[in-house]
Nanobody, 121 residues
Framework: QVQLVESGGGLVQSGGSLRLSCTAS????????MAWGRQAPGNQRALIAD???????NYEDSVKGRFTISRDNAKNTVYLQMNSLKPEDTAVYYC???????????????WGQGTQVTVSS
């Protein structure tokens, strides 16, 4: 089993910044891909940024240039630095991971419980 626990959400004014963190725990050998997704009311959950084990990143267009994803492999932790936040960024933010258990079996599509981010105008 792998557990993903997010932290760092909250209420911020438009134009402000927040930093989210997510730490993975369990019998894990490696986490190949870590990512952040979000889900606003009435919308489907969607990935907005991801980062591979060797640091390659991808961003969804709406967050490109404002959000930065990073990771600390030694701590099995992924971060999302969110700057220039807008009211439309309001959502529940979820951590995501694909990787390998210590048994050698792969895991995929693992999500955390989410953390609320609210941006006021």
């Amino acid at each position: 089993q792998v557990q993903l626990v997010e932290s760092g959400g909250g209420l911020v004014q438009s134009g402000g910044s927040l930093r989210l963190s997510c730490t993975a725990s369990g019998s894990i050998t490696s986490i190949i891909r870590m990512a952040w997704g979000r889900q606003a009311p009435g919308n489907q959950r969607a990935l907005i940024a991801d980062i591979t084990l060797d640091g390659n990143t991808n961003y969804e267009d709406s967050v490109k240039g404002r959000f930065t994803i990073s990771r600390d492999n030694a701590k099995n932790t992924v971060y999302l630095q969110m700057n220039s936040l807008k009211p439309e960024d309001t959502a529940v933010y979820y951590c995501y991971a694909d990787g390998r258990y210590s048994s050698g079996k792969m895991f995929t599509n693992k999500w955390g419980q989410g953390t609320q981010v609210t941006v006021s105008s």
